[in-house]
């Protein structure tokens, strides 16, 4: 069951971390179906979506090209930062875009603004949001950051990692990040606590296929 005043966080679906794309995560397009699945509960009740998206410059400090760690992607208005065709994004789902900034990495989705300028966190609580539910991609950077940043702010926070994927640039990422975010307060859901009436339980960190 959806608590009531939560909302959906979609961490950065876009083409570049999808297979194919400049930084795609392995088997990131299987979570889309269940990515979709998960926004079409939160628009059934309703419940706020919000979408971030990765919105690079050309140039920034966070490309290798300038002595960051990535290689360019998600460069704005380019197809790789355009989210995946399949992605299904309600008319009334908010987007945000981070990264603008030529000097910033912008991980975290609290980094991320609406095209007036409203940051996640003053979007959440004007919907008057305690519990934000997380997913997307990739799990041991913008979707772990996320998590810490709801756990700070006061939010209670739900990583739903059925729908989500690790870049594990080392082979423990994963299971690290799904520590991390446990540490600070998270609770593990997969969609069955979401579609049954009083299902919400924490999953040990071991049975868990990242
Ligand atoms: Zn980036």
């Not at 069951?1 to 961490?11: D, E, H, P, Q, W």
């Not at 930084?23 to 971030?52: K, Q, S, W």
Request: hydrophobic letters at 40%; a negative charge.
């Amino acid at each position: 069951m959806i608590k009531s005043n939560s909302a959906l966080l979609v961490v950065d679906m876009q083409n570049d971390f999808l297979p194919g794309g400049a930084l795609g995560v392995v088997e990131a397009d299987m979570i889309i179906p269940r990515v979709n699945e998960y926004v079409r509960l939160f628009e059934e009740h309703p419940h706020p979506i919000f979408y971030t998206r990765d919105w690079h410059p050309p140039e920034t400090t966070h490309f290798v090209t300038q002595g960051g760690p990535w290689p360019p992607h998600c460069v704005q208005g380019t197809w790789g930062a355009a989210f995946h065709p399949d992605m299904h994004i309600p008319q009334e789902a908010i987007i945000l875009s981070k990264g603008m900034d030529p000097h910033e990495d912008a991980y975290s989705g609290f980094h991320a603004r609406d095209d007036q300028g409203h940051y996640l966190e003053e979007l959440l609580l004007k919907y008057e949001v305690m519990h934000v539910y997380v997913c997307g991609l990739a799990l041991d950077y913008c979707v772990k950051w996320s998590c810490i940043d709801a756990a700070n702010k006061g939010f209670h926070m739900y990583p739903l990692i059925d729908a989500t994927r690790a870049v594990n640039v080392k082979i423990h990422d994963a299971e690290l990040a799904v520590e991390e975010i446990v540490r600070v307060g998270g609770t593990l859901l997969t969609i069955e606590h979401l579609r049954e009436p009083d299902g919400e339980s924490v999953l040990p960190a071991g049975t868990l296929d990242l």
